[in-house]
């Protein structure tokens, strides 16, 4: 696939439209070639501002000269580049394509909105006693036997192991963090664009930019979708893995679970201190401690298993 197909591929998948904008120049250009006799020997046609700016908007015409997809042709008008290959893409109708891409990569299957609503229900439990006995005691089915065994710290660390890794593992699986970093990157230029316009008080460019502004607004909500999407699943196990965490230490003022023996825990510079005990504002000695191991075991997951979480 030419350069040239591929960023008008990348055009449309951004916005639909761009299909329309990409035959209405193509049209253009071929009825210049048509009637211009220079541009018969070359069977090339050019595209001016003034020709199609009944058909596309100034964000459009400004995106397609950013991209490449028109250069400095013969002139005072624009050329197109590769315009067969394009011509080819239009024909093999690319846009329902593009836009199942795009469903599946940031919409939200009936799955997620499943995992979103019964997350979303464990919230209440932080408050509603019963409902934290009920959640808590049913993970204590499978944490139980391990927590006699294992002293408490121990299995603060070995959930902050699991859910760094499920977490990290999602994020990367379920994020396009090379599209994010597209869409990010698309809107540092333009932004920078903006600044220039302004220094040069070019209020004809910066009405264009604002439209392209405008334009890749809904690139900027699919990320927002894209990046939320992993936390819901991330949630539905966390939210419980803490209220058991909860309903073990008795925080909020229900009844310890964890013996006497295991009440503290002896940290550098510290010393002994209570896992309810207040060390950094607020925040419980068992809070922090879980912080600590998940930040740590994170960073190592993604290191070892060369997992990307964040926009490339």
């Known amino acids: 696939m030419s350069k040239s197909k591929e960023t008008a591929l990348s055009l449309i998948a951004e916005n639909s439209e761009f299909e329309d904008a990409l035959s209405v120049v193509l049209a253009q250009a071929q009825q210049d070639a048509t009637s211009n006799s220079s541009a018969k020997e070359t069977q090339l046609g050019t595209v001016a501002w003034d020709d199609v700016n009944n058909k596309l908007t100034s964000g459009q015409w400004g995106r397609l000269i950013e991209t490449g997809i028109l250069h400095d042709g013969i002139g005072n008008g624009f050329a197109i580049s590769n315009p ?49 006995n009920l959640i808590a005691s049913t993970v204590d089915i499978i944490m139980g036997p391990i927590d006699s065994i294992l002293p408490f710290y121990v299995m603060i660390i070995i959930l902050s192991v699991f859910t760094g890794f499920y977490s990290t593992f999602l994020q990367s699986w379920l994020m396009d963090t090379e599209k994010m970093g597209v869409v990010q990157e698309k ?24 439209e392209e502004q405008m334009d890749a607004m809904s690139d900027q909500l699919g990320m927002f979708k894209s990046m939320f999407r992993p936390m819901v699943w991330i949630m539905l196990i966390t939210i419980p893995a803490f209220l058991w965490m909860y309903w073990m230490l008795g925080v909020g003022g229900s009844t310890s679970h964890i013996a006497v023996a295991e009440s503290s825990i002896v940290l550098p510079l510290l010393g002994q201190v209570e896992w309810t005990e207040g060390i950094a504002g607020p925040l419980q000695t068992w809070i922090v401690w879980y912080g600590i191991c998940s930040f740590v075991f994170r960073l190592v997951i993604q290191k070892s298993l060369g997992l990307q979480v964040s926009p490339t």
Request: glycine share 4%.
């Open 187 to 210: 809107m540092r230029g333009i932004q920078k664009r903006r600044e220039k316009a302004r220094e040069r008080d070019d209020d004809a460019a910066l009405e264009r930019i604002q």
């Open 84 to 132: 067969n290959d394009i011509q080819a893409l239009l024909d093999d109708g690319p846009t329902d394509i593009q836009r199942n891409d795009k469903d599946s990569s940031s919409g939200w299957s009936i799955y997620d909105k499943i995992a979103a609503f019964v997350a979303i229900s464990f919230i209440p439990a932080y408050q509603i006693q019963n409902l934290q």
